[in-house]
């Protein structure tokens, strides 16, 4: 049976060809389910994804139509940072330098390596409520970065960079000056329950990060 992105995928054929034009109206989600040989709650996810995306224009009563100039909403997909240290072409390796949980959220700070030096270190959240799961990992062998990765799809986020000073922890473990200008990330993550992990991560000096849109 066809999953959600399949149908997502044969929906977003349909726009890009024609098949379905600009302001026209699609078939209602019965009348696909029917036509795809799936549920039409699998329709109805791959439907309010591509609306989500700004390709579909939904109206209660009015049926789904797709809309007269697309515009794609720029998409936030979390890196990981073994990954990136990889794409360097060095060796990549993390420590953990705390780990506790306080009521609903375990607190974990994490110190990423590039060739034994520091890369970046991030002091994050995750909330055990949403995530219960979390609470047991063993981040020492797979960072919370990349365990979130695999373990944690969110629905929306925020996220932020900026330059701020070096706080004394950072001076700690990036090995800079104090008031070092640092490039600071901070993102949030929500799944439909709610929040999933908060995040801020401080890059050592002279790093760079390549956004795609």
Known sequence: ????????????????????????????????????????????????????????????????????????????????IRQEVEALGKIYSHRVLSRKVDNAYLSIQTLHLADAMPYAVEDREINLTTLPAAKDADFAVLSANEWLVQNAPFDRGTMEYLAEAASDFEVQHLGCAPATPLMILRRETFSEVGLITRLRMAYAPGRAVRLNI
């Open 1 to 80: 049976m066809l999953g959600w992105q399949d149908v997502q995928a044969e929906a977003l054929r349909r726009i890009q060809s024609r098949a379905w034009p600009p302001g026209g109206l699609i078939p209602n989600e019965a009348e696909l389910a029917i036509e795809l040989g799936c549920a039409r709650a699998t329709v109805n996810r791959a439907l309010r994804a591509l609306a989500e995306d700004g390709w579909l224009e939904r109206r209660r009563r009015a049926g789904t139509r797709v809309t007269l100039s697309p515009q794609r909403r720029a998409q936030m997909s979390v890196p990981v």
